[in-house]
């Protein structure tokens, strides 16, 4: 199908083609996006309780996030450290629940069922439920641990507990990474294991020969849309912990995420400019991340399929 | 031929019939205004009142041809999200309703002073508790009128009284000899460890607790200071200066310190969460035997039932002598920005007649705020807990902290709303002991929202 | 096969077997305790200590009214009596069966008596108590339409991205990710006066539309799947006269089921549960999706934690039985290379 007429070169024709196919994203970026996102730069410079149109425009809302505002480097810290712990902690049990339930163990779909329906459960139930697991006193991981002698803490009563314990219960919906893992492990040809095992490699090299590099840029986009959404954690923090003492920020303030303290200050304290000051501060950080992140990637990420951009 | 001069007729005729529709004057068709109506501050968004208060629309549509109303709902953990959404995407409701104190404080300058209304229309007020007029007569306007007011009252388990044959709190007002000090006393008597000591005695051993005397207050902390001779709102009568590392606000917090962790008489926040899992309030196990709570907690009721047999006593006095029943409140509020705001109060009179009162306030859970209405009240409920004395609630109102409210506004609400609870969950989940430092802490911070606000609005 | 390879894939599997069922129970315990939650009574969801078994406090009826049943000691034998009232610390008990037959006792040295019953009512009641089938039908259309639209927009883009080269392609895909890394919070109100502009509001169309134009989380998952695939294959196709759409359709797409399968059932999921856009694009209960409805048996002031985990059980059941049967296009087996070697 000749769509573009001979007289544009290859490469421009290339690029045309590639323009059209994103084109829906595109269209729906300009009808649907960008507006919006211009508009809350716009506040962040401003003063906006949302019920009158923004005044006072200027730099004060950035000058005092980054000089007067503790409660901007506490939110910061919580949220970096539960990032830090929970993006490797995810990306490694996902994928080995994933490698697990490749394996022809009997009744595949229904141990992969269980362990998705976490993740398919509405977020209000899961508060609730999530109450049963951390109790102290009658909850499972503390029997689990008293068998072992342990004797659990707090855990999301406990400001020194609530975010270790909202890490483990990150894992528990692990099932959707594993899906992701799952079907790339599942798209890797096993002619390459056949071959290789021709030639005489074990299970270990296979594993690290075979299946890591070609499931690279699966791992690549788990750890990306990883840092993406840990630094914006908030609707099972919210839920979980808005009916804790302490109201949003839980006990002592020991769940106030970045995102919580966001809500916080632009539906509670009417305050959208100084909300929108400190998205688009996260916005930058969370870029300069996922860029770092990016051009690592150039070294321990294969595409079968690469093209080289020029 | 027939047949076409029986067209021709017809023809004519419809010719005929046109001209004169399009001669004769038609009678002007006005659209009713519609009023709606935002649920979301409070109660009304479950289920069963739904359905009950759109069949109130229904019966309101049918009988008025002028204005229709809608009911809209939000749930409350979002309501101030959808409620700004609106505001500011110009699709203002007409009425907010319920909506309580807090309410009206978080969107303080959105509603209209209804008092050249009530005094127009010669609104008869003086059915309404007076304390409950009050609490709506804010600095500069007057923003609603009562539906329901929700008192405080101690409840406590008369099985866990009986056991430890301890003497039950009184139920009237103006017993002396009933304070927090007598509170306290009892409380430890009721206070048992896994080994039937109780907390008085010298064997008592605090880490295995088997039932607690006292389940606190379950209000936000700002109903706790009125109780010690202070102010609920923690600051100066003009909103300038805090005042919360020291009277009301100190002792109030210390008291909550010592009845937990020197007294143990209330579990604490982590005891709370790891024992009473999921409850609204620890009372419901069985294993509390008081505590003071708003009349709203009887949505819990049947809870209470299923923890033994309960009943209600009066509130107790402060060391200075202070008896306050902390009390919420339902009333409406009309937006400044409601483009029908005449029919918006014309509804909201309509919803408050006696006898739609009466009905509201059975789908809300409130006491209507209309002195007639308090006895048929206290029947209903005692139709259902034949045990225990519902005059007790209607005696609270008398003692109700009206003015200041603890729900009333201040600058930087919430902030300074986050700030206060966030002190209190210090105290309870004993992250920290030293009460002092936490109310010093407190104050500074607060001390610092409010220099914010008034630097921006001089 | 070498038995010590033999032995340590027998290890491997009993290890295996042991971290999964480990990681059921984890896992499963909590599902077991919204079903029993489900069924408890209205006035004893949370007790002290939390109750796996379903279990009511007796009443029996005596002359219309009904009375709590107790075990008590009268006279040295334990009988069980109905309390009818109570004097302070004295109750006057009866017997159900001869409510002449009274006694008068200390309340406190009987016990109410419970049996265990299950009440399946809990979830006719949960269905009935909202506009179910309105609920369901507008759910089905978010879902449904949602789904198609996302599912064609993304593998379009993704696509896109993936087998095209051009000086703009990088910096077009940095700026698709990084509309995903603004919290949404700050661009709510924006993008609500937008969709109010066009005459949206309390339609069910910001729901559906958005979807198709793509999303930067399906765009990149799929985008990072294509680029796995080897090239020769479109080469092949393309010496063949296949244009990019030709290609697009019998050579990328049938090598992609697993990606796809995924991003259809997170599609799908993620439009069955998600209650927040429903809440406030939404204002007509006419208009509601069952995760709104789901969210008002969760209103404060109200005890209807029964209700609550019984409607969300109901709402967990179609996604999880969708996943399970989904499950065959994710075991492709043999995964057809063609080219290599």
């Not at chain 1, 329906?117 to 991981?141: D, R």
């Not at chain 1, 954690?233 to 020991?254: C, D, H, I, M």
């Not at chain 1, 919580?260 to 300069?288: E, K, P, T």
């Not at chain 3, 009268?74 to 302070?88: P, T, Y």
């Amino acid at each position: 199908m000749k769509l573009f007429p001979k007289s544009i070169s290859m490469r421009k024709r290339e690029s045309l083609w590639g323009y059209l196919f994103i084109s829906p994203w595109i269209i729906g970026f300009l009808l649907f996006t960008i507006g919006p996102m211009i508009a809350s730069l716009v506040f962040s410079f401003a003063d906006y309780d949302i019920i009158s149109p923004p005044t006072n425009f200027g730099l004060s809302n950035y000058i005092k996030l980054f000089t007067n505002d503790p409660d901007f480097w506490h939110s910061l810290g919580i949220t970096a450290t539960y990032a830090l712990l929970a993006i490797p902690l995810n990306l490694v049990f996902g994928f080995a629940l994933a490698y697990l339930l490749n394996q022809k163990v009997p009744g595949l779909a229904f141990w992969r069922t269980i362990f998705y329906i976490p993740s398919v459960l509405a977020g209000v139930a899961v508060a609730i439920l999530w109450g049963l697991i951390f109790n102290p006193k009658y909850g499972i991981l503390n029997w689990f641990l008293g068998l072992f002698g342990i004797h659990g803490p707090g855990w999301l009563s406990s400001p020194d507990w609530a975010v270790p314990a909202l890490i483990l219960m990150s894992l528990w919906s692990v099932g959707g990474g594993m899906i992701i893992y799952l079907a790339g492990l599942q798209s890797i040809p096993t002619t390459f294991y056949e071959a290789a095992q021709l030639d005489g490699a074990n299970g270990w090299q296979q594993f690290f020969r075979i299946t890591i590099p070609l499931m690279s840029p699966v791992i690549l986009y788990n750890l990306i849309i990883g840092i993406i959404g840990t630094f914006q954690y908030f609707t099972e923090v919210y839920v979980l912990t808005s009916g804790l003492t302490g109201g949003p920020g839980g006990p002592a303030k020991s769940t106030l995420f970045y995102n919580v303290y966001l809500y916080s200050n632009a539906f509670r304290y009417m305050n959208m400019g100084y909300a929108s000051a400190l998205a688009w501060v996260l916005f930058v950080i969370v870029l300069l991340l996922t860029l770092l992140v990016f051009r690592s990637s150039a070294a321990w990420v294969y595409y079968e399929g690469e093209l080289q951009n020029k | 031929m027939q047949r076409k001069r029986i067209s021709t007729v017809l023809a004519v005729l419809m010719a005929i019939s046109m001209v004169i529709t399009a001669c004769t004057p038609k009678p002007v068709v006005t659209e009713p205004v519609k009023i709606t109506i935002f649920v979301g501050f409070g109660a009304g968004s479950d289920p069963d009142s739904q359905e009950a208060l759109n069949t109130i629309a229904g019966e309101f549509n049918a009988s008025h041809t002028d204005l229709q109303v809608e009911f809209m709902y939000s749930t409350w953990e979002e309501h101030t999200t959808k409620f700004s959404t609106l505001l500011a995407g110009d699709l203002v409701p007409d009425l907010a309703f319920p909506i309580g104190i807090q309410g009206i404080a978080e969107f303080y300058d959105e509603w209209i002073d209804v008092s050249p209304y009530i005094l127009r229309d010669s609104y008869d007020t003086t059915d309404f508790y007076g304390p409950s007029l009050q609490l709506l007569n804010f600095n500069e306007k007057t923003i609603g009128l009562p539906l329901g007011v929700y008192p405080s009252v101690t409840f406590f388990n008369e099985d866990l009284f009986d056991a430890a044959s301890v003497a039950y709190p009184p139920q009237q007002y103006g017993d002396s000899s009933w304070t927090l000090q007598k509170m306290v006393e009892i409380g430890q008597q009721l206070t048992l460890d896994e080994n039937g000591n109780n907390a008085a005695s010298s064997s008592f051993d605090p880490t295995k607790i088997a039932q607690w005397g006292w389940g606190g207050w379950c209000g936000p902390f700002r109903t706790v200071p009125g109780k010690f001779g202070g102010n609920p709102l923690g600051m100066s009568s003009d909103f300038k200066v805090a005042e919360m590392d020291s009277g009301g606000y100190l002792e109030g917090m210390q008291f909550l310190y010592d009845s937990i962790f020197n007294w143990h008489i209330r579990p604490s926040s982590i005891d709370e969460g790891s024992t009473f899992t999921g409850m609204d309030f620890t009372f419901e196990s069985g294993k509390v035997a008081m505590f003071e709570c708003f009349s709203w907690a009887s949505y819990a009721f049947p809870n209470f039932t299923t923890g033994g047999n309960w009943n209600v006593a009066s509130v107790p006095a402060g060391p200075y002598g202070d008896v306050v029943s902390p009390v919420n409140a339902d009333t409406f509020a009309i937006p400044a920005h409601s483009t029908h705001p005449d029919q918006a109060w014309e509804v909201a009179k309509w919803m408050m007649e006696p006898d739609m009162q009466n009905r509201l306030c059975s789908i809300f859970g409130c006491i209507p705020s209309r002195k007639s209405l308090a006895g048929g009240w206290i029947d209903s409920m005692a139709a259902e807990y034949p045990n225990v004395d519902f005059q007790v609630f209607i005696d609270s109102i008398d003692y109700m902290d009206a003015s200041p409210n603890n729900e009333s506004w201040v600058p930087a609400y919430s902030k300074v709303w986050d700030a206060t609870e966030n002190a209190m969950s210090r105290i309870l989940s004993g992250e920290s002991s030293d009460v002092r430092q936490v109310m010093t802490d407190l104050q500074t911070e607060v001390q610092g929202y409010l220099d914010e606000y008034w630097a921006a609005h001089p | 096969m070498i038995p010590s390879k033999r032995i340590n894939e027998g290890i491997v599997r009993i290890l295996s077997t042991i971290l999964l069922s480990i990681g059921m129970l984890i896992v499963v315990t909590p599902l077991v305790w919204m079903l029993v939650s489900a069924l408890k009574p209205r006035d004893a969801v949370n007790t002290f200590p939390p109750q796996w078994i379903p279990t009511d406090q007796v009443k029996v009826a005596i002359n219309g009214k009904e009375y709590f049943l107790y075990d008590i000691a009268v006279n040295g034998e334990q009988r069980q009596l109905a309390l009818l009232e109570k004097n302070g610390a004295i109750g006057i008990f009866v017997n159900p069966q001869n409510p002449e037959e009274s006694y008068n006792l200390s309340v406190a040295s009987g016990k109410r008596v419970t049996q265990i019953k299950l009440h399946w009512e809990n979830f006719v009641l949960a269905v009935t108590k909202v506009p179910f089938g309105r609920y369901i039908l507008n759910t089905l259309l978010v879902v449904v339409f949602g789904t198609i639209g996302t599912v064609a927009s993304c593998t379009l883009v993704a696509y896109g991205f993936a087998r095209f080269r051009s000086k703009a392609m990088p910096i077009l895909f940095l700026l698709l990710l990084s509309t995903i890394m603004l919290p949404p919070q700050v661009t709510l109100i924006p993008t609500f006066i937008v969709f109010k502009k066009i005459g949206w509001y309390d339609t069910l169309l910001p729901l559906i539309i958005p979807a198709f134009f793509a999303n930067a989380w399906d765009v990149f998952l799929l985008r990072q799947f294509f680029m796995t695939l080897p090239t020769e294959l479109d080469d092949a196709a393309r010496i063949d006269g296949c244009g990019p759409f030709g290609i697009l359709w019998h050579i990328i797409i049938p090598q992609s089921y697993p990606v796809i399968a995924t991003v259809t059932i997170f599609t799908v999921i993620y439009a069955w549960n998600d209650f927040y856009a429903p809440l406030i694009y939404l204002q007509n209960q006419e208009h509601w999706t069952l995760a709104l409805g789901l969210q008002s048996f969760n209103a404060v002031y109200t005890n209807l934690g029964n209700l609550l985990m019984a409607a969300s059980t109901l709402m967990v059941i179609p996604p999880i039985l969708m996943f399970f049967f989904a499950q065959k296009l994710f075991i492709q087996g043999v995964v057809i290379s063609g080219i290599k070697g």
